[in-house]
């Protein structure tokens, strides 16, 4: 039996079914007549009408016979299984789709088409298909059930604060963690932005380590660095270990850098450094490490560096990166954890005579601030040879060896200022 027939003879046994069917099935998974007797009762339906037969048949005169849709509607005297047909039908809808990916992904190898250009085509037929199988989308709570799945988060916070354990992720810097009310929370989509040389990706390195100490996994994404040079700096940073003398090879702290290699280890700590990455690409492999539990943290270093490469020749670069940092805050709240997307600002902070960065500083795209849960700054006021910095209680401090992470936007809580200590390379972050 044709499960498409099925389906439109159960909805027209029972119309107010209509609603379900539409929820779990679109028009695209329908063929021949059956496609077009479905788009139009998908259309009925968003206008919030029944799809009565007469209807339907009048919509679609010349293109539908009374007899066949007469036929289909006999087909079923109730919609008791409709659910069960709509679920089948995507089965076999998913099936043909990755069938035909398969298909041309075999077609690309054989005409020896770019390994890159292969890879991003699988990885686009696989986050369709992942969108289609993905049932996250529960419709309508009623709030009953939200107030139930709130209190009992609260007492999970609750228990977690009794027992000490952290509410969120850990950024390793004690006062900020206090201002965001227990350090990163699942499904937020953080922005660190600053201009270059201010250490993004010292600090980046930073929250990674104190967060993987703390037993969350984290995926770093490193489109500017390669991995070596990421865990070179780790190594340094865990034994304070002398940079330069690494670098030109006059190193001798041999002792203290296996030790530090020891620690760096043992740490959940996992690093792609390809450097011609998607979000796609972001979104898949983390959905991934997050089913083998080896996913807690996502860090991206740095946004503008990004693939945002698309089949449509009309978007500026600001659409493109809107459309990233849409990308970015949909994987947060999809696999439930936060992730750390480092972003250049432009140059507008150099105009200004204390050079502090401002929401309006984010290159190339308002969306950013739109997208992101919470904002972040990473000012060093010594880098503009600006001698002193005033603490948010008002204390004057030498900038010397001092930062400050600005939090500029904060949707679920507070903004402010917190200073944080760091040695001359900026290797070690300390609290202040």
Not at 190 to 201: C, E, F, H, N, W
């Amino acid at each position: 039996m044709n499960i498409e027939k099925l389906i439109i003879g159960s909805i027209l046994a029972e119309p107010e079914s209509t609603g379900l069917a539409c929820e779990l099935v679109t028009p695209e998974m329908f063929s021949g007549e059956e496609k077009k007797i479905f788009t139009k009762i998908n259309e009925l339906n968003e206008k919030g009408m029944s799809p009565d037969i007469f209807i339907i048949l009048n919509s679609l005169k010349g293109e539908i016979e009374a007899p066949y849709l007469m036929e289909i509607a006999s087909l079923c005297a109730s919609a008791t299984r409709l659910q069960e047909y709509c679920l089948v039908l995507k089965q076999e809808h998913l099936g043909k789709i990755l069938n035909t990916y398969f298909l041309q992904g075999a077609a690309m190898c054989e005409d020896k088409h770019d390994v890159q250009r292969i890879m991003e085509f699988a990885q686009s037929g696989m986050e369709v298909a992942f969108n289609i199988a993905s049932d996250a989308n529960d419709g309508f709570l009623h709030i009953s059930e939200l107030t139930e799945k709130a209190i009992q988060k609260a007492e999970d916070r609750a228990l977690n604060f009794k027992e000490g354990k952290p509410v969120g992720v850990t950024s390793g810097i004690r006062p900020l963690d206090r201002l965001l009310n227990g350090g990163f929370k699942p499904s937020n989509l953080i922005v660190l932005a600053a201009r270059p040389a201010m250490g993004k990706t010292a600090l980046m390195l930073h929250i990674a380590k104190c967060a993987a100490a703390s037993g969350v996994p984290v995926c770093i994404y490193s489109l500017e660095m390669s991995a070596i040079s990421l865990t070179d700096r780790m190594l340094l940073s865990i034994g304070n270990l002398d940079i330069d003398a690494y670098k030109s090879g006059e190193f001798t702290q041999w002792a203290e850098l296996t030790q530090s290699q020891a620690i760096l280890n043992k740490l959940p700590i996992y690093i792609d450094a390809n450097a011609k990455v998607s979000f796609s690409y972001i979104h898949n492999h983390s959905r991934i490490m997050r089913q083998k539990g080896k996913c807690g943290l996502i860090m991206i270093d740095y946004l503008q560096l990004s693939d945002m490469s698309s089949n449509d020749k009309n978007r500026n670069r600001e659409q493109e990166v809107a459309q990233a940092s849409r990308k970015g805050k949909l994987i947060a709240k999809e696999l439930d954890l936060p992730v750390i997307i480092l972003s250049q600002l432009s140059r507008a902070t150099e105009t200004r005579a204390d050079k502090r960065p401002q929401l309006s500083d984010l290159r190339e795209s308002g969306a950013i601030e739109q997208d992101a849960d919470i904002v972040a700054f990473l000012y060093r006021a010594a880098y503009y040879n600006i001698p002193d910095i005033t603490l948010y209680d008002g204390t004057m401090v030498s900038s010397s060896g001092t930062g400050e992470v600005i939090i500029a936007k904060n949707r679920d809580g507070a903004t402010g200022d917190v200073a944080f200590r760091h040695n001359e390379s900026m290797t070690q972050i300390f609290n202040f």
